[in-house]
Antibody, heavy 122, light 112 residues
Framework: EVQLVESGGGLVQPGGSLRLSCAAS????????MNWVRQAPGKGLEWVSY????????YYADSVKGRFTISRDNAKNSLYLQMNSLRDEDTAVYYC???????????????WGQGTTVTVSS | DIVMTQTPLSLSVTPGQPASISCKSS???????????LYWYLQKPGQSPQLLIY???NRFSGVPDRFSGSGSGTDFTLKISRVEAEDVGVYYC?????????FGQGTKVEIK
């Protein structure tokens, strides 16, 4: 079964750090680009970051640039998000999501994890 | 950044009746490669989002044919031909012609 399982969320004080992990199974992780998408309480979806299959290309939303770092370990089938200098507005459920490519065309975020909750509060 | 605007923000539908959601982008989503990078997702209550439609009108694997997508350029529509109870949730459009990928605000669909 194709699956993504996030972990690492929790309660952290403003200015603190947290590292999220996403464990992939059921597919060849190293062949897929990956993303982090977040959802603040009662709000909509916000794309956070992208990493290509080989880690050669990385992008961030302006709201997290310079504070968050995306990475992956293809040998461990894992995706990570290092979050530093956390702010109240980073409070959200964080989802990892797989990019689907069909015949070279981008075909959407086709597999999502269940999400991990990050709460930034003093 | 490309702004995605959905209307309406909420919809109450009688089972068996049709429903339609509009999504407008602040810039054309038509790429020079001829493809249009517009996607639809559904987030059912208490669940993660799931892909429904890719590239405007292509249903993802397992998506019932009562769901259809249409549109071009900056104006897009998701239609449900006959709403069923399992279709409740929040629908989001998303663009991927440029980064950052951006989502619409979401449209909450309820059953009357």
């Amino acid at each position: 079964e194709v699956q993504l399982v996030e972990s690492g969320g929790g309660l952290v004080q403003p200015g603190g750090s947290l590292r999220l992990s996403c464990a992939a199974s059921g597919f060849t992780f190293s062949s897929y680009s990956m993303n982090w998408v977040r959802q603040a309480p009662g709000k909509g979806l916000e794309w956070v970051s992208y990493i290509s299959s080989s880690s050669s290309t990385i992008y961030y939303a302006d709201s997290v640039k310079g504070r968050f770092t995306i990475s992956r370990d293809n040998a461990k089938n894992s995706l990570y998000l290092q979050m530093n200098s956390l702010r109240d507005e980073d409070t959200a459920v964080y989802y990892c999501a797989r990019d689907r490519w069909e015949y070279g065309d981008y075909a959407g975020l086709d597999v999502w994890g269940q999400g991990t909750t990050v709460t930034v509060s003093s | 950044d490309i702004v995605m605007t959905q209307t309406p923000l909420s919809l109450s539908v009688t089972p068996g009746q049709p429903a339609s959601i509009s999504c407008k982008s602040s810039q054309s989503l038509l790429h020079s490669d001829g493809k249009t990078y517009l996607y639809w997702y559904l987030q059912k209550p208490g669940q993660s989002p799931q892909l429904l439609i890719y590239e405007v009108s292509n249903r993802f694997s397992g998506v019932p044919d009562r769901f259809s997508g249409s549109g071009s350029g900056t104006d897009f529509t998701l239609k449900i031909s006959r709403v069923e109870a399992e279709d409740v949730g929040v629908y989001y459009c998303m663009q991927s012609i440029q980064l950052p990928r951006t989502f619409g605000q979401g449209t909450k669909v309820e059953i009357k």
